[in-house]
């Protein structure tokens, strides 16, 4: 944007790398990472296990008391690690280098609006090679089948 920062959150499916709920903000409290983490949870149901960073978000009492509520065990990526985290950081450089480094939002709805659109093609049309060359929609929906003829 050409004044000020849009941060964003989504919660994705270490499996298929598929963003299953996402959320700008123009802050970075907490409510924005809960109103992702509800609708995943609402939506996809419940993990056994949530990763994130240590961000002050993700490690605010808030945000921490949704995941206790529903006894899921929380693993926070070390300070530093961002191997930890490589699927959303593979996210993150992927929608800028595809979306918003080439795009000059003039407002956070603009931006919001760009960032689904180019959520809505990561998830249903642009090819991992991490998934054999299957979409993330792909890999949830249609996951492969175990070879047969190993059996």
């Given amino acids: 944007m050409a004044r000020g920062f849009i941060y964003l959150a989504a919660v994705v499916d270490w499996a298929t790398r598929r963003?299953?709920?996402?959320?700008?903000s123009i802050?970075?409290?907490?409510g924005f990472c809960i109103?992702?983490?509800?609708?995943?949870?609402?939506r996809h149901g419940q993990p056994e296990i949530f990763n994130s960073d240590q961000g002050s978000q993700f490690t605010s009492t808030d945000?921490?008391?949704?995941?206790?509520?529903?006894q899921i065990k929380i693993n926070?990526?070390?300070?530093?690690?961002?191997?930890d985290n490589v699927f959303v950081e593979r996210l993150w450089r992927s929608i800028n280098y595809e979306e918003v480094y080439l795009r000059a939002y003039a407002s956070v709805s603009e931006a919001r609006a760009g960032i689904g659109r180019y959520i809505g093609f990561y998830n249903s049309r642009r090819p991992h090679s991490?998934?054999?060359?299957?979409t993330p929609d792909q890999a949830d929906f249609?996951?492969?089948?175990?070879?047969l003829a190993a059996a």
């Fill in 130 to 134: 991490s998934l054999e060359g299957r």
């Fill in 76 to 83: 926070m990526d070390g300070k530093g690690a961002w191997r």
């Fill in 63 to 70: 945000f921490i008391k949704v995941l206790a509520a529903r």
């Fill in 27 to 30: 802050t970075l409290d907490a």
């Fill in 35 to 42: 109103e992702a983490l509800e609708e995943t949870l609402a």
């Fill in 19 to 24: 963003v299953l709920a996402w959320r700008v």
């Fill in 142 to 147: 249609n996951p492969l089948l175990p070879d």
